[in-house]
């Protein structure tokens, strides 16, 4: 998975720059959609208010993704490092490290358990083209 910004669009067609994260507390909460646990940042992976007058959200530190349960989208595959630092940073607290492994159980077991679809493509016969 990459690890760079993410070029994407937004709803009005313009060409943006996001970093995705998983706010653990909102994954794991049965009342919410998952969907909703989905956050995009801006590449300064500062989150502003009030015309950037407001600091919302800042993750532009481990420390800080740790601090405030934001696992970033672009270490699913390979979050070994991540979740070390996690554990640490907590002070290898029990309850967050429980809180870590029903995340990695419940929520980052489904992105690696899922099965991509694959339609493989047979060669084109010459009889079977239609002139």
Request: glycine letters at 4%.
């Amino acid at each position: 998975m990459r690890k760079e910004v993410v070029q994407t669009i937004n709803t009005k067609k313009q060409r943006i720059e996001r970093f995705f994260y998983i706010d653990m507390a909102k994954a794991l909460d049965d009342s919410l959609d998952r969907m909703d646990s989905i956050i995009g940042i801006q590449k300064t992976k500062i989150e502003t208010r009030n015309f950037g007058k407001d600091v919302v959200r800042d993750l532009t530190t481990a420390e800080q993704e740790f601090s405030l349960c934001m696992f970033p989208t672009n270490c699913i595959f390979d979050s070994d490092a991540w979740q070390m630092g996690f554990i640490k940073h907590w002070g290898y607290d029990k309850d967050k490290m429980d809180f870590w492994f029903r995340f990695q159980n419940e929520v980052l077991a489904a992105f690696k358990q899922y099965q991509m679809p694959v339609i493989q493509l047979g060669k084109p016969s010459f009889d079977s083209v239609i002139v």
